[in-house]
């Protein structure tokens, strides 16, 4: 079970777009760093663990040689081996990671691809004609979330559909992985946002699914769900119009 804890509040609210939320975790420092998408320009946050704010700051997409400022439509840390990057996306290209990926699009297709000096694609999975709007590789399982509110788990190697959930009523918004334990956070438009357990079986190698919690944010048009901790432990999530980060916590 988890509860609604300390909410963390923002200078603007979060822009309507998928997966707009994103969390770096740094026990060291005993520290929580948020990132959120608003228009041109991107919101930083560091909090404690019991939510506390402690700075906030804004990045702005470069300026082009276009009328209008460039809008920022991403905002995520990677985590390297050696180093962390903040990577901002915007409709003119990437503004300022050595790991196989998983790409998707607006029909639904699915890239695996192998990074190097230059990328190598290894599976294809065809679309459907839904849009996947938020997609996650973890050991091995791709997990996409698509706009008729499914969830489908997918072989990376082999691109074969293991399971297929009706996780949501609406179209989903943002998927995040719990890397240490399998943990599976989804958020659609239908302000459910729900926790659920990804295992394989050790005889048939099969990929087997337990949900573990719902969640209803009322009153709010999702955007963005991101797990605190690689626990699973704790999640947050922004909405469209809600000036603030929403923090919950198991109990």
């Known amino acids: 079970m988890f509860r609604w804890e300390r909410s963390i509040p923002l200078r603007g609210s979060a822009a309507a777009l998928c997966n707009n939320l994103s969390v770096l975790q740094l026990p060291a420092r005993n520290l929580t760093y948020f990132g959120v998408v608003h228009g041109p320009s991107a919101q930083l946050l560091s909090a404690a663990p019991e939510g506390v704010p402690l700075a906030q700051r804004q990045l702005h997409a470069k300026e082009g040689a276009g009328v209008s400022p460039p809008l920022i439509t991403q905002v995520h840390w990677c985590v390297l081996p ?129 949900h573990c919690h719902g969640e209803c944010v009322a009153d709010t048009q999702l955007c963005g769900a991101r797990f605190c901790d690689s626990s699973g432990n704790s999640f947050a999530v922004t909405g469209y119009d809600l000036a603030e980060i929403r923090r919950f916590s198991s109990v």
């Not at 903040?86 to 699009?105: K, N, Y």
């Open 82 to 210: 050696f180093r962390v990057l903040l990577v901002l996306t915007s409709h003119r290209g990437i503004q300022d990671c050595v790991a196989d990926m998983v790409t998707a699009d607006d029909s639904g297709l699915l890239c695996v691809w192998r990074s190097g000096p230059e990328f190598t694609l290894l599976t294809r999975i065809p679309g459907f004609g839904v849009p996947c709007p938020s997609v996650q590789l973890w050991q091995g399982i791709i997990a996409a979330g698509y706009g008729n509110g499914q969830v489908h788990l997918y072989e990376a190697t082999t691109g074969n559909l293991h399971v297929q959930i009706n996780a949501h009523a609406r179209a989903i918004c943002a998927l995040d992985l719990a890397s240490e334990v399998g943990k599976l956070l989804s958020a659609g438009e239908d302000t459910f946002v729900h926790i659920w357990k990804l295992s394989r079986n050790p005889e048939s190698g099969y990929i087997e699914v337990e």
